[in-house]
């Protein structure tokens, strides 16, 4: 199970935005440039200020964001703006973003900083496997437990309990481990799927 798998309704919210942006020309590499541009920018603020209160910003962007990807893609799929750019700008685009959210807890106090540098390196690990798959003739994997929406679901949450009750910080310590733990449960996952769906796929077409 992933948060991942409620994106379809979370897209048919979406679709009169859609329809908006994309009749005043919005394109949808513009939305995912605008996406991790804004990511970059909430980066640096929560880095040069390292201070719990703001991390309020945290839950509140990443709902943003989380329904930024779900524009450019719709805008792409829906309304003829798939490109070879584009899948550049999305892959490359979620993974920068990850890092420049999530990296700024390392300049709180009493964050397990050695943890989290470990999750942002599974984090990047876990989206290379998941484009990976495909070069092997297997399809994009979305897996959990802990992808891209899974992680900004936690982060989200562990941002907003630290603004409002500083003391969580030391929390990091069992829930940073948790979050690498599933991290590594998830590229396992999206291996053994995409191992297994290109065995389907050659059994139900035979050679």
Excluded at 173 to 199: D, G
Aim: charged share 15%; aromatic share 12%; proline share 5%.
């Amino acid at each position: 199970m992933t948060i991942y798998d409620l994106k379809p309704r979370f897209q048919n919210l979406l679709r009169p935005v859609v329809i908006y942006l994309y009749k005043h020309g919005i394109t949808a590499n513009q939305v995912t440039l605008g996406a991790m541009g804004l990511s970059i920018a909430v980066g640096i603020v929560l880095s040069l200020f390292p201070v719990p209160g703001l991390y309020w910003l945290l839950p509140i962007f990443l709902f943003i964001r989380m329904a930024l990807n779900a524009i450019d893609g719709m805008l792409a799929r829906e309304h003829h703006q798939k490109s070879h750019l584009g899948a550049i700008y999305n892959e490359l685009g979620d993974i920068i973003s990850d890092v420049a959210l999530y990296l700024p807890f390392c300049f709180l106090p009493h964050v397990s900083s050695v943890s989290l540098l470990v999750i942002l390196f599974l984090t990047i690990l876990t989206e290379f496997i998941g484009v990976l798959t495909q070069s092997i003739g297997a399809s994009r994997r979305y897996d959990g437990p802990m992808g891209k929406s899974d992680r900004a679901f936690i982060f989200g949450a562990y941002g907003l309990i630290i603004a409002t009750f500083p003391s969580a910080l030391s929390w990091s310590s069992y829930l940073f481990p948790l979050v690498i733990v599933l991290l590594l449960m998830t590229c396992y996952q999206r291996i053994v799927k995409a191992l297994r769906e290109i065995k389907l796929s050659e059994q139900s077409h035979p050679q």
